[in-house]
C-alpha cells in the first residue's frame, strides 16, 4: 500500500495566512512596545488587511485549489473574501 500525499498549495490559501499573521502579531505589539499608539496599531491592522485584499484580488479569474480539492477559490468565494475583508477594514475604522 502506497502513501499518497495531497496536492498542498499554500498559495490558494495565502491571504488567509496573512491575516492569521497580523492578527496574531497585533496583541503582541504592545507588549513589547510600550509606548505604542492604538492609531498605529488600527494602521498595522489596515496594511494587513489591505495586503489579504492585495492577494486576493492577484488570484482573480483564476480558479485555484489546494488540500486535495479541500480548498477552493474560485471568483465566488473571492467575492466573499473581499466583502469579508471590507468588513474588517470598516471595523477597524469604526474602532
Do not use: Y
Not at 47 to 54: E, I, P, R, V
Request: aromatic share 14%; hydrophobic share 65%.
Amino acid at each position: 500500500m502506497e502513501i499518497v500525499l495531497p496536492d498542498i498549495q499554500l498559495r490558494t490559501v495565502l491571504p488567509h495566512i496573512v491575516l492569521v499573521i497580523f492578527a496574531c502579531a497585533l496583541p503582541l505589539l504592545p507588549l513589547f512596545f510600550r509606548k505604542i499608539q492604538r492609531d498605529l496599531l488600527a494602521l498595522i491592522a489596515i496594511a494587513g488587511l489591505f495586503l489579504s485584499f492585495f492577494f486576493l484580488i492577484s488570484f482573480w479569474n483564476q480558479d485555484l485549489s489546494g488540500f486535495g480539492g479541500m480548498v477552493i477559490m474560485d471568483n465566488f468565494a473571492l467575492a466573499f473574501s473581499v466583502i469579508f475583508v471590507i468588513g474588517g477594514v470598516l471595523a477597524v475604522l469604526l474602532s
